[in-house]
C-alpha cells in the first residue's frame, strides 16, 4: 500500500489502493492455488521498493471493459482461473528512490513466468493484459479539449504513443495500447476515470526488449 501512494501520489484516489485484507486475501488465494510467482516484490537494503501482481484469467481483451471487471473489483477471486492461458497484472508500482531497473526487472521476470506457463500447459499463444493510466489526459483535455478516444492514439513521429506512461509501457514491451476502456478506471483523476488496456501477444518480443533494455542501462 505503502508502495502504490509512493508511485503514484495524488494522481489516484485512495480507493483505487488496496487495503490491508485485500492485499491478505489475494496471497491467500495464490497459496491455495499454487500460484506464488503471481506476487512478486523487489526488495533493496531490506525494504520493499516495488512489487507487481497478476494472475491467470479466462478473460479476453475484447471482454475487458474495466479494470474493476478484470479483477473482480481487486478481489481476483471471481476472474482468477489457474488453467486459463491468459494473463492479467492487478498491479505495478515502484518507488523513485528504487535502484535502476527495477521496473524492467520485475516486468521482465513477470514475461518469463509467462513464457512458462505457456510450455507448461502446452498453449500456443496467450495475452498478457494490464490496464495503463493516461496521466496526461486530463491536463491536455482542458487545454484543448480533446477526447479520451483521440488522446490515447496519438503517437510521435516515430510511431510512439504521445502519453508518458503509455509510451513508457511501449518502450518496455514493444507493443501498443489495445484499445481505451472508457470510465474504465474511475480513480484515477489525471486520467480522467479512463483506463487503456494493453494485450500483450508475444512473450519472446517482451522478453527480448526488456533484457535489451536492461542490458544497455
Not at 500500500?1 to 508511485?7: D, G, H, L, P, Y
Not at 533493496?44 to 494472475?55: A, K, R
Request: neutral net charge; charged residues 20%.
Amino acid at each position: 500500500m505503502a508502495v502504490e501512494k509512493a508511485t503514484f501520489g495524488e494522481g489516484i484516489a485512495p480507493e483505487a489502493m488496496a487495503t490491508r485484507a485485500q492485499m491478505r486475501s489475494r496471497i491467500e488465494l495464490f497459496a491455495r492455488e499454487k500460484f506464488p510467482e503471481g506476487f512478486l516484490l523487489a526488495e533493496h537494503e531490506g525494504v520493499i521498493v516495488g512489487y507487481m501482481i497478476m494472475f491467470p484469467t479466462a478473460l479476453t481483451p475484447e471482454e475487458c471493459a474495466s479494470w474493476d471487471m478484470a479483477t473482480d473489483c481487486g478481489n481476483l477471486a471471481g476472474t482468477f482461473d489457474m488453467t486459463a492461458q491468459n494473463m492479467f497484472m492487478v498491479s505495478f508500482a515502484v518507488v523513485y528512490s528504487a535502484p535502476d531497473n527495477t521496473s524492467a526487472l520485475l516486468a521482465l521476470t513477470s514475461q518469463v513466468i509467462r513464457l512458462d506457463r505457456l510450455r507448461k500447459y502446452g498453449y500456443t499463444q496467450d495475452c498478457c493484459m494490464f490496464c495503463s493510466r493516461m496521466p496526461g489526459f486530463a491536463k491536455a483535455h482542458k487545454k484543448t479539449r480533446i477526447s479520451a478516444e483521440k488522446y490515447w492514439r496519438l503517437e510521435d513521429p516515430q510511431g510512439a504513443p504521445r502519453d508518458a506512461a503509455l509510451y513508457q509501457y511501449h518502450r518496455m514491451t514493444a507493443e501498443k495500447p489495445f484499445k481505451i476502456m472508457l470510465d474504465g478506471y474511475q480513480p484515477d483523476v489525471l486520467s480522467g476515470g479512463h483506463g487503456v488496456l494493453f494485450a500483450l501477444r508475444n512473450p519472446v518480443l517482451n522478453i527480448c526488449t526488456l533484457a535489451t533494455l536492461i542490458a544497455n542501462k
